[in-house]
């Protein structure tokens, strides 16, 4: 498997091709959420791989700027289910993007690919590599604004308090019945930890 390094190259070179305007601060922010990855996994001590931790952390926005045409094409390839294309777009490229990533890139490990999967919705079965993500995703450096304060904050001190704290603020915007969910089940794994 190439290094976190050797990915950042690719990641960037991909955000190239895509012709956005936006692609230094989508660079920047997958640059940072690798950074809080790797922050979080020294600040709690957790037994995670790092080279595994920032390659998924790098690659969790792969698939950001791919076309509503690639994300149907990827769902008719894989017999998916067409309703993922039903939710809202700005979560396709974390459904969709282990796909591009397995065809682009070759990665196989169903880890890192899970973790990028759930990073935006998250997910009732997510590994710690997956809870560090998709909490990293939320409190990287870059992220401004009242609605990270506190899970930010946290961060530093309350692993699971950070991420109940991002669901939180999901639910502010869209109380769905995931993020209900994952409300109550961190709200379980908080009071145990």
Known sequence: ??????????????????????????????????????ELIDTFNFKLD????????????YAKYETKERYREIVKRYELDIALLDENPKVHHSLLGP??????LGLEDEEILAAIATHTLGSLKMSLLGEVIFLADFTEDG????????????????????????????????PD??????YQKYQEVKWKS
């Open 50 to 61: 790092k080279e595994k931790t920032a390659i998924a952390a790098v690659l969790h926005d």
């Open 99 to 104: 796909f591009v990533i397995k065809e682009e």
């Open 143 to 174: 992220r401004i604004g009242p609605e990270f304060e506190a899970a930010k904050r946290l961060s530093r001190i309350d692993f699971y308090g950070a991420i109940l704290e991002k669901i939180k603020s999901k639910l502010r915007i869209y």
């Open 1 to 38: 498997m190439k290094t976190s390094a050797e990915f950042d190259v690719i990641l960037w070179n991909k955000y190239l091709s895509s012709g956005s305007k936006d692609i230094k601060l989508r660079y920047e922010h997958s640059l940072a959420v690798k950074k809080k990855a790797l």
């Open 177 to 182: 019945e995931l993020s209900l969910k994952l």
